[in-house]
């Protein structure tokens, strides 16, 4: 597959078409960004750690059932996957506590959730992505009840497979979002990325925070942690 004109730059990813009208090329770059590109640094080492974390992850998710975008890494920085008509949706299934649920409910950081919650957001950065319901999602014409009900599913899917995961390797997986596209099958698939970049972990002993949170928060060693989680769930970096 050979590398062709760019058609999106995302603010850490920058997707490109290839001479295969249904792959792309997905380049995972340094760039790290918070608040709705308010926050942009470059750290060394991220745009590989999170491809191969991707990479990774979606295997997972492959071999347990999931569809996904992901065929093949092809460098350090640089996979192909499927070209995907994707849904402007971010899905998020939380576990515990913690970020946008805490500062709109005034509810504690680390309050175990049962049941675990789901939310839909708007990708949207000029309107700061803002939260809308599946009747929102469908009267908007973002996705239609079929491909809605088939997101959440899938969503909940992927928590009961990496939950248990990260769970082995001592972390509790906090929360994570998810963005998927429609293939040309016209089938739902998981696209867009898993890494610490969309998700949260804590160290189930310390809860010490090992995700994008750190570079929010200041916290430093963002791509170190980001490394000794690939590790603690077996992917050596
Ligand atoms: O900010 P909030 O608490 O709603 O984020 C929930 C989860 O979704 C976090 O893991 C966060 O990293 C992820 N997220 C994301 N991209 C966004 C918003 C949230 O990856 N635009």
Known sequence: VQKGEELYRGKAKTVFYTNDADKLILEFRNDTSAFDGEKIEQLDRKGEVNNKFNHFIMQQLEDA??????????????????????IPIECV??????????R?????????????????????DALHDPMVNETHAIAFGWATQDQIDQMKVLTFKVNSILAPLFRKGGMLLVDFKLEFGVDKN?????????TPDGCRLWDA???KKLDKDRFRQGLGSVVESYIEVAERIGLSL
Not at 78 to 86: A, F, Q, R
């Open 205 to 207: 002993e310390t809860k």
């Open 65 to 86: 059932g999931v569809k996904t975008q992901v065929e093949a890494l092809i460098s350090d920085n640089e996979s192909i996957v499927k070209k995907l008509d994707m």
């Open 186 to 194: 016209g089938d739902i698939v998981l696209g867009d990325e898993f």
């Open 104 to 124: 709109r409910l005034g509810v504690e950081e680390g309050l175990e959730l049962s049941p675990q919650t789901f939310e839909f957001f708007l990708k949207n």
């Open 93 to 102: 299934v939380r576990n515990y506590a913690a970020g946008s649920l805490c």
